[in-house]
């Protein structure tokens, strides 16, 4: 049950011991094969919190929580409801203890965050607030933006060339299938980098916070898979011209159609490439294929 009392306490109920000594008494060492890196630094975790707004209302869902550092600043933050959603089952008991001093607060489900609809769990306004495990976020957000209106934001620390990714602009290297979908459907908010230095052990790259915000409507209209299926094509030889690369999208078209009428259809010059389009252009070529011819 999701506490509703204005004055519900927001700090535990017992002292939590420091996140090395919970780290230390239950053996844990973070696993490369998840992704794992544990973030020790309160004043990260406070601010990467307070990215997530006002947490009071709703739920807030936190994917692999590790040890808990986040997990306990998103309650210590007013967090009313948090979910999180971890994998690795040497964390669970961590978890539960973090549950047992903020009662009625934190729900813990076992499960890999990539099979369950994430976009249903708790009550709205539902909000995801995580650092996320590197090997599986591009995966993880691809899935949740097909979902995006059931959330309020998502604030998510990435390897920074991910987040540069999503920020990108037109006729830039960075510039592709991420940041195609991510605009369409969000603004992108990069807040803030984190260095390797803060994590145990430390990673290789730069990590960033970046939060992503739903727009009110899609900056032009389209379908999810058909414009999966057109940025696929053409970023896949992204130096070649619109209409080499996107030969791929052949299932997709009549067979009296060629990739030069496509781009017609769409009144974009079959001799561009791919990073010269914005987003509108994108989605007036996915709306020019035939959804009917799918492989």
Request: hydrophobic fraction near 40%.
């Amino acid at each position: 049950m999701t506490p509703s009392h204005p004055d519900f306490p927001e700090h535990p109920l017992f002292p939590l011991p420091p996140l090395r000594e919970t780290i230390a008494a239950h053996g844990l060492m973070a696993r490369k094969s998840l992704g794992q890196n544990f973030l020790f630094d309160l004043n990260l975790t406070g601010r990467i919190a307070r990215s997530g707004g006002t947490l009071a209302a709703g739920t807030t869902i936190e994917i692999g929580p590790g040890p808990g550092g986040l997990t306990r600043a998103l309650l210590d933050n007013g967090a009313r409801h948090v979910i999180t959603i971890e994998r690795d089952p040497r964390m669970l008991p961590v978890q539960h203890e973090i549950a047992s001093a903020y009662p009625e607060r934190l729900e813990v489900i076992q499960a890999d965050a990539l099979a369950i609809p994430v976009h249903t769990l708790g009550a709205s306004p539902r909000r995801i607030v995580a650092n996320l495990p590197y090997n599986v976020a591009t995966p993880l957000i691809l899935e949740w933006l097909k979902h995006i209106q059931a959330f309020e934001c998502l604030v998510v620390m990435l390897q920074k060339e991910v987040v540069n990714r999503l920020a990108a602009r037109p006729r830039t290297s960075d510039y592709g299938r991420l940041t195609i979908i991510t605009q369409w459907l969000c603004t992108v908010e990069p807040l803030f980098d984190v260095n390797p230095r803060a994590f145990i052990p430390p990673p290789k790259v730069t990590s960033t916070v970046v939060r992503l915000v739903p727009r009110p409507a899609p900056l032009a209209p389209c379908r999810f898979d058909m414009l999966e299926a057109v940025t696929a094509a053409a970023f896949n030889q992204r130096r070649k011209m619109l209409r080499s690369s996107l030969k791929g999208l052949a299932s997709y078209m009549p067979s009296s159609m060629t990739t030069e009428d496509l781009c017609a259809a769409a009144n974009i010059v079959p001799t561009a490439r791919a990073e010269e389009l914005d987003i509108p252009q994108f989605c007036a070529l996915a709306n020019s294929l035939n959804p009917s011819h799918t492989p």
